[in-house]
């Protein structure tokens, strides 16, 4: 008897390891899988979580993670680099930055409004970013002193060797590093006439940046448009398959059609609009809006290639992004339908480029 009690036990004993480890490991797992949950609860809104848009979310963000790591890394690749390799390091972080713009674009229309807006934060953090790093790694003009005796034998020659930039050159550069691609820059007075149908760069970015009092008409579709400081300009634009960034313009009107339209420093301007997700506006003031009203030979085929070939009304659907408030911005508002422009159309509108 004692003899089976000792056996029973030491079987009591021995069985207490084997009941403690899965306890253990059930613990472990179930700590595993609270920490998933949260890392998830971090990645998605409250409100689309129980929502059947929680997984184009949820594949958004891992697409959107991992192209923004790729634009870091490139970032990152040219700030490392020598003089000599700055200008193919900035073009490769450009078109990273462009990558992950152009993902933000095609995903716009179905983000819910806090996660469009840290992508586009996101976007615009790297673009500052690559702006700086283009400043750092632009060529410094070296300075040398002259030899003290061959001087007076050549004084007019010396100021010429001095090499400090004059100020008003220097936005230029800057302006180039932002705004990628071809494009007209630094007009006034002129009429600016592109078809991207027969261009040997079509399908690529397009920049308009520093115009005065300029009439642009760009027939054909192109992948992004960047537009910076314009004032009384009236730009027509056939179809942009990505997204439009405008900044810092005053006394224009715009009529084009694209997937995604961002508008910053906007005053006393007319949007004339086809695009897929809602407008957004920043820093903005006295800007209004109205429908596409633009027509050419072949714009159909332009705006169906791209994808907008639909009315969604969204041109009527303005986020401004400086005015939470719940009741209407005051910074924008519709163009009353009497004072609407008629549809224009630009079909014999030939190419050139007039003006000083």
């Known amino acids: 008897m004692p003899s089976t009690a000792t056996a029973t036990s030491a079987a009591e004993m021995g069985s207490e390891p084997d009941h403690t480890k899965p306890s253990a490991a ?43 790591l790729a634009a870091e890394s490139a970032l990152s690749a040219c700030r490392s680099s020598s003089p000599e390799d700055a200008q193919p390091s900035l073009s490769t972080a450009a078109m990273a930055i462009d990558d992950l713009d152009r993902l933000v674009a095609e995903a716009s229309h179905s983000l819910p409004p ?15 970013a690559h702006r700086l790093a283009a400043s750092d790694l632009r060529p410094k003009k070296s300075f040398s002193f002259r030899n ?86 009236r730009v027509l634009v056939g ?38 997700s809602r407008p957004i506006i920043e820093d903005c003031s006295g800007v209004r809006f109205a429908p596409h009203a633009l027509n050419y030979e072949g714009i159909e085929e332009d705006l169906r290639d791209a994808g907008l070939e639909e009315e969604t009304g969204n041109w009527a659907n303005v986020d401004d992004f400086k005015w939470l408030r719940a009741v209407q911005s005051p910074n924008w508002c519709l163009v009353p339908e009497e004072e609407r422009l008629q549809t224009i159309d630009i079909s014999d509108v030939q190419e050139r480029e007039d003006g000083n």
């Open 148 to 233: 003290k005796s061959r001087a007076p034998n050549n004084p007019p020659q010396d100021p010429p060797t001095l090499p400090p930039a004059p100020p008003p050159e220097q936005p230029k550069p800057t302006v180039e590093a932002i705004l990628p691609g071809f494009g007209f820059r630094g007009r006034r007075d002129a009429t600016l006439v592109k078809d991207l149908r027969v261009s040997d760069e079509k399908d690529g970015d397009f920049t308009l940046a520093d115009l005065v009092s300029c009439q642009v008409y760009l027939k054909g579709k192109c992948r992004a448009l960047y537009v910076h400081k314009l004032k009384d300009c």
């Open 26 to 68: 059930a613990a472990g797992h179930r700590k595993h899988l609270a920490m998933l949950e949260r890392l998830s609860k971090r990645t998605a809104t409250p409100s689309s979580q129980d929502s059947p848009d929680a997984s184009p979310v949820a594949a958004f963000l891992s697409r959107f993670a991992a192209a923004k």
């Open 239 to 276: 179809a942009v398959f990505g997204s439009v960034l405008i900044e810092d313009v005053e006394r224009c009107t715009f009529v084009m059609a694209a997937h995604q339209i961002r508008i910053h420093e906007a005053r006393a301007t007319d949007f004339y609009l086809r695009v897929r």
């Open 114 to 128: 806090y996660e469009l807006r840290s992508a586009l934060t996101a976007v615009s953090d790297l673009r500052a």
